[in-house]
């Protein structure tokens, strides 16, 4: 099946702005790997369609193929932190070869493995995080995709290692009703309010 029409016209976010942010998510998801099923969901279903970015997207689905004969097991069949990693790793590979985004030298994997081990225990920003999730649900709620981001809210919420005293992991399995893009726009504001800061507005984000 194809893209869904956008409600709205060049609604796709620059990938620049929130792609770093999004690989540590799913490698952070895939070395904890908490809960097997929820992390091939999110990666098998909920990625490929929630992406801010309709070529992302279209590499997603473009690169899936090659690196399962890669890794020789598909995304959605990794039972194993070790195998979701190097999945991961080998796409990660595939989107840096065709789109030349990272000119910087591209880390063994060996080398990724340690250094995720070494930081084993390293929670993510939800700030961060709170950011990143307002650029998928203004992409989602374009596309009429609100169920599908209500689910990855939930998986992120069991996946990802936030600090004990954040908020992020109760706000983002909260009330899941109505407009996506409030919903991701209150999780954001109330992590700045935990931090004395100013709330933020979406027409900020949909001018970036």
């Known amino acids: 099946m194809g893209e869904k029409m956008l409600r709205y016209p060049h609604s796709s976010m620059n990938p620049t702005l929130w792609g ?86 591209h880390l063994s994997f060996q080398n990724l493995h340690q250094r995720m081990k070494i930081s084993n225990e390293e929670a993510l920003d939800d700030l961060v995080v709170a950011n990143l999730m307002v650029f998928v649900a203004l992409e989602a709620h374009a596309m009429d995709r609100d169920d599908d981001f209500y689910a990855m809210c939930d998986c992120l919420a069991i996946l990802l290692p936030f600090t004990p005293h954040s908020p992020m992991p109760l706000l983002l399995q909260g009330a899941h009703e109505g407009d996506v893009c409030t919903f991701a726009l209150h999780c954001l504001n109330q992590v700045r309010s935990c931090r004395g800061m100013k709330p933020q507005t979406l027409k900020w984000f949909e001018q970036m």
Request: glycine share 2%; with cysteine.
């Open 20 to 105: 770093p942010v999004m690989w540590q998510v799913l490698f952070s998801a895939a070395w904890h790997m908490k809960h097997p099923d929820r992390y091939r969901m999110l990666i098998s279903e909920l990625i490929p369609r929630l992406l801010p970015c309709h070529e992302c997207r279209l590499n997603f689905r473009r690169h899936r193929p090659k690196v399962d004969r890669r890794t020789r097991v598909k995304c959605e069949n990794a039972k194993t932190s070790l195998q979701a990693i190097r999945w991961l790793y080998h796409l990660k590979g595939e989107v840096i070869a065709s789109t030349g985004a990272d000119r910087r030298p």
